[in-house]
């Protein structure tokens, strides 16, 4: 029979059961009324199979399936031999202590004091918290810290999946281990790095952090080669300032230029999170004209801070702000590809039915042809929109939208409306779906300086201007639904009638409603515009039909339609957007999924006169999560006027493949190239074969690390400065935190 025992330190309890459980005669116990009060920390819960009290020796033997706990330590062994004159506790047999901070250690002899909490044994194993392994020929605990000496760690499984044994890819060998769960470091004394079985030279003390919160130290370095910078050298610096605040510093050294610092620094509190990040360096500036190799000598720096603070459930701030000192530093040091850097500070009010927003938008443009001075600041920009139900039978939503458009040098522009929209829908006896719209809507724009832009239908007329807008529309669509090829399909033919009065564009300025293109996107929207500066004010009658099939493992999803213009037509829209005429492009997007395994999407427009394809987009992603291929190729092929910016033609093709060759060995590679020509783009610089980035790798990744090395080139130039080539070494230990 298992029997079950609360120890105390004096173990007053223990004696008058040992008659009961063991072989030797002993003195009764005194009345349990006698017993001094029990202290509650100094309690040892334990049960046992069988319990012996040897009187003469005064020696304590529990043995079979032996547990006990004391403030948080749990043991578990085949016998425990407790000394009460000595104090010592001896497990015996498949020994397995745990700790509070959720350590555990294996061995065959342990042995402990009688409070649990020191000890040493032999040919032992610790199990960390983190998932970490340390086996030691010898281990001691005292006061919390432990010592293993002739000790190995790693964090990776030393067993396969089928309980076999293996090597892990990476560990720490080391004469002396020292664990101090107070400074939540792992410290090395002698240790030497294993990786793949070799041994690799480490410093003579080196630490790392023992669980799954960051810990001040140094983390891995960053090694890379490139045509401009030469070899690169980065060691970050981690500083744990607080279990919610940390900041890395990471000094980069080059053989070619002066060296850099990058610090970020981040941070969580009861309002959000942020984090701000700066990259700091001296050196030539790299000229963006053809007319100079280099520029004057200077600072050089990036700096990056986004965050988000929730004041209430209802109100949040969310931030994005993005600075460079020159046009080539983000590209030559590899911090970003982006040709523009967006900045953004929104406050923002979000309800089920309520929507606020009040942002203020800045950028900074980083492409050689981009005049700072001319690019707009939107401040502010508000928007807010009210959705209100059951508004005679359809719901309403009313919108309130305010804008200040800026240029140091260049045009300014002021907007501001009001909207209401009204929808209803229904169902008919005959299982049509008939949608009713009712939209107005009333601007007031202002603009000075129009003659700054150079792009004629962008500018407007200056001064004050007024337009109201208005629109009535149906939406009709009636699905039917039946099996086909062993799946179901659903064929909806869909027709929208949309009747609107002359409204005046022209007279007013578009900074908003630049890049419009007809696509199966917006084929049936109200206004084919993008943004708000612009309306399509023709009255018109849209149709198309949507088709999709569903089988096991197959499904296609495919959309086709049109729009026919009614009444006297406005030159509102650019030739070559599919728009113009009075009959619009025929535009359509198919989606075909087989399974996880193939992936497809196609979207087209093809003109109505002569079916030339003026849009033709396809991505292809064929394989499984761990070997596949990307293809994406893009051609616009409208005969748009070059100098309407927004609207350029052009042609792209993009690859990108990841090969599983073993179980943790992969290649992959990407590249992006430009097929513009001047038949396309008569402004365009490319001859229709002109890559604009590659890379390729190798990779090892398992469980516990990751090992790569990249080669990036950008062939973009931006003036006379061209990044070339890098080689990227990427080493990352995981079971590691910072």
Same mark, same amino acid.
């Given at each position: ?43 040892? %819960? ?171 130290? #140094? ?110 530093? %983000? ?56 959705? #209100? ?350």
């Amino acid at each position: 029979m298992r029997t079950r025992f609360v120890w105390w330190t004096a173990l007053p309890l223990l004696l008058p059961l040992s008659a009961a459980a063991a072989a030797q005669d002993v003195p009764p116990a005194p009345p349990p009324a006698t017993a001094p009060p029990a202290d509650e920390n100094q309690i040892v %819960t334990f049960s046992a199979d069988q319990v012996s009290y040897d009187n003469d020796a005064d020696v304590v033997t529990a043995s079979g399936d032996v547990r006990m706990r004391r403030d948080g330590n749990f043991l578990a062994a085949d016998q425990v031999i407790w000394d009460r004159k000595t104090g010592k506790v001896y497990a015996k047999g498949n020994v397995v202590a745990v700790t509070p901070e959720g350590d555990k250690l294996i061995g065959e002899n342990v042995q402990l004091t009688d409070d649990m909490k020191n000890g040493a044994v032999d040919n032992l194993m610790v199990v960390l918290e983190s998932g970490g392994r340390i086996a030691a020929r010898h281990g001691s605990r005292a006061n919390g810290v432990s010592t293993f000496t002739s000790a190995i760690y790693t964090p990776c499984p030393v067993t396969t999946d089928t309980g076999c044994p293996k090597r892990p890819s990476w560990s720490i060998t080391a004469a002396r281990v020292i664990d101090d769960p107070k400074s939540m470091r792992v410290r090395f004394e002698g240790g030497r790095l294993q990786l793949f079985g070799i041994n690799l030279p480490l410093l003579p003390v080196v630490s790392i952090a023992r669980g799954t919160e960051g810990a001040t130290g #140094f983390l891995v370095p960053d090694f890379a080669i490139s045509s401009r910078n030469g070899f690169e050298f980065a060691l970050p610096y981690h500083w744990q300032i607080a279990p919610n605040r940390d900041a890395t510093i990471t000094p980069h050294l080059y053989t070619s230029v002066l060296p850099a610092v990058e610090v970020k620094y981040r941070e969580l509190n009861s309002l959000g999170a942020f984090q701000l990040d700066g990259f700091l360096t001296y050196g030539r500036v790299d000229s963006t004209t053809t007319t100079n190799a280099t520029g004057p000598r200077q600072l050089r720096g990036y700096f990056d801070a986004n965050g988000k603070w929730q004041l209430d459930p209802e109100w949040s701030i969310t931030s994005s702000l993005r600075v460079a000192t020159d046009k080539t530093v %983000t590209r030559r040091y590899d911090i970003t590809n982006d040709d523009r850097l967006r900045n953004v500070v929104n406050v923002e009010r979000i309800t089920p039915d309520s929507y606020i927003s009040i942002a203020g938008w800045g950028f900074q443009g980083l492409r050689v042809e981009d005049e700072q001075k001319q690019i707009p600041i939107a401040l502010p920009a508000i928007d807010a929109r009210f959705r #209100f139900n059951d508004i005679a039978g359809g719901h309403a939503e009313i919108q309130a939208n305010s804008l200040d458009v800026l240029r140091i040098d260049g045009q300014d522009t002021q907007r501001a409306f009001v909207s209401a929209e009204w929808d209803l829908r229904r169902l008919t006896p005959w299982g049509q779906s008939i949608t009713l719209t009712a939209f107005g809507r009333g601007d007031v724009y202002h603009t000075d300086d129009a003659e700054d832009t150079t792009v004629a239908i962008y500018r407007g007329v200056n001064g004050w201007h007024r337009r109201a807008i208005g629109a009535l529309a149906a939406d009709i669509q009636w699905p039917f639904i039946g099996p086909f090829f062993g799946g179901v399909q659903r064929l909806v033919p869909r027709v929208q009638f949309v009747l609107t009065p002359p409204t005046s564009n022209l007279d007013i300025p578009n900074e908003d409603s630049r890049s419009v293109d007809l696509e199966d996107s917006n084929l049936f929207a109200l206004n084919r515009f993008p943004g708000y500066d612009r309306w399509e004010d023709a009255s018109r009658v849209t149709y198309g039909v949507d088709w999709s099939l569903e089988r096991r493992n197959l499904s296609i999803e495919s959309t086709v339609g049109q729009s026919y213009r009614v009444g006297r037509l406005r030159s509102i829209f650019p030739e070559g957007t599919g728009l113009t005429d009075r009959v619009s492009d025929i535009v359509g997007r198919t989606h075909i999924r087989y399974g996880r395994f193939i992936d497809l999407t196609h979207r087209y427009r093809l003109d109505k006169d002569n079916l030339a394809v003026r849009r033709n987009e396809v991505d292809l992603t064929v394989g499984t999560t761990q070997t596949y291929a990307q293809i994406g190729y893009l051609r616009l092929d409208r005969n748009i006027d070059p100098t309407i910016e927004d609207l350029r033609d052009k042609e792209e093709l993009r690859v990108a493949a990841r090969i599983l060759f073993r179980r943790y060995w992969s290649v992959f590679g990407a590249t992006v190239i430009d097929l513009t020509d001047k038949s396309e783009d008569p402004l365009s610089l490319a001859d229709g074969w002109e890559p604009v980035r590659s890379r390729l790798g190798i990779q090892y990744e398992d469980d516990c690390l990751t090992l790569g090395v990249t080669w990036r080139r950008d062939y973009q130039r931006i003036g006379t400065f061209r990044k070339g080539s890098t080689f990227a070494i990427h080493l990352a230990f995981k079971g590691v935190s910072r």
